[in-house]
Nanobody
């Protein structure tokens, strides 16, 4: 199994970024995909989750209305569209894939997002 994130970078406050995560070795029809954030010196926290069908999503309160999660099972990819970015969004963002039938999970290596003027 493999999970590979991309799309991080530096942006000014109010700007946008789109993170991508390519997943392999999973059966996407039974895989929940999530994005987590781990700021420096802090615990890793859940940002957003999307179910295997792409119809159900959830968000942390801090990103509701600004971030949008989506997935393309044909491309084995999950996205996180990040708009109206704030300095407090600066973090390393990790993608997690979780098989709902067998319970195994895999994490990517993380992609860093820096929001600064």
């Amino acid at each position: 199994v493999q999970v590979v994130e991309s799309g991080g970078g530096s942006v000014q406050p109010g700007g946008s970024l789109r993170l991508s995560c390519v997943v392999s070795g999973f059966t996407l029809s039974r895989t929940i995909l999530s994005w987590y954030s781990q700021p420096p010196g802090s615990m890793r926290g859940l940002v957003s989750t999307i179910d295997s069908t792409g119809r159900q999503t959830s968000y942390a309160d801090s990103v509701k209305g600004r971030f949008t999660i989506s997935r393309d099972n044909a491309e084995n990819t999950v996205y996180l569209q990040m708009d109206s970015l704030k300095p407090e969004d600066s973090s390393v963002y990790y993608c997690q894939a979780r098989d709902t039938d067998y319970g195994y999970t895999a994490w990517g290596q993380g992609t860093r997002v820096t929001v600064s003027s």
